[in-house]
T-cell receptor, first 113, second 111 residues
């Protein structure tokens, strides 16, 4: 079975600062990994995904994540935070043969001016 | 392009009343469909998924049920709502079983 753990339910950064949202996964098979963003009262929007190709994955809005098998991690980063990045971010994992995704508890990102 | 619809967007229901939330997908055929619930501060919990018409898999025991009467229609129901059923319900679909697209969600408040 698969699972993800997001370290830190709340992260606060200043505008222009580095964003780092942490995600560690557990999977018995080579995983597919995802980051989604959710703005208030909206559904989830896919930011980026890892599907066993390049380990450094670039997504929308300047975000990227690196798959590190040795650390079982898939941390999300952005070099310079923007006010519009304030949202909740979810890491998710899917096993190769499963029909579902397992989500982390989410990390709420606050961006201070 | 593919589109996913959910309605209603918000719903306030008394305890013990029935529930019916609908999700429809456009622009794709034979999708896998999912219902998730998002409770405050608890992330997303998979409730049901369906790989075809009439095929429903339940992930957690609860007083909710799901049905898939048509290829692109997925319905979440309850005969009697509980307070604990309050939350944000998200429908999602996938075709390649790799990642999912999410609908806009339904905010359910049970009083």
């Amino acid at each position: 079975a698969q699972s993800v753990t997001q370290l830190g339910s709340h992260v606060s950064v200043s505008e222009g600062a580095l964003v780092l949202l942490r995600c560690n996964y557990s999977s018995s098979v080579p995983p597919y990994l995802f980051w989604y963003v959710q703005y208030p009262n909206q559904g989830l929007q896919l930011l980026l995904k890892y599907t066993s190709a390049a380990t450094l994955v670039k997504g929308i809005n300047g975000f990227e994540a690196e798959f590190k098998k040795s650390e079982t991690s898939f941390h999300l980063t952005k070099p310079s935070a923007h006010m519009s990045d304030a949202a909740e971010y979810f890491c998710a994992v899917r096993g190769g043969n499963n029909n579902d995704m397992r989500f982390g508890a989410g990390t709420r990102l606050t961006v201070k001016p | 392009s593919q589109t996913i619809h959910q309605w209603p967007a918000t719903l306030v229901q008394p305890v013990g009343s029935p529930l019916s939330l609908e999700c429809t997908v456009e622009g794709t055929s034979n999708p896998n469909l999912y219902w998730y619930r998002q409770a405050a501060g608890r992330g997303l919990q998979l409730l049901f998924y369906s790989v075809g018409i009439g095929q429903i898999s339940s992930e957690v025991p609860q007083n909710l049920s799901a049905s898939r009467p048509q290829d692109r229609q997925f319905i979440l129901s309850s005969k009697k709502l509980l307070l604990s059923d309050s939350g944000f319900y998200l429908c999602a679909w996938s075709v390649d079983q790799i990642f999912s697209f999410f609908g806009p969600g339904t905010r359910l408040t049970v009083l």
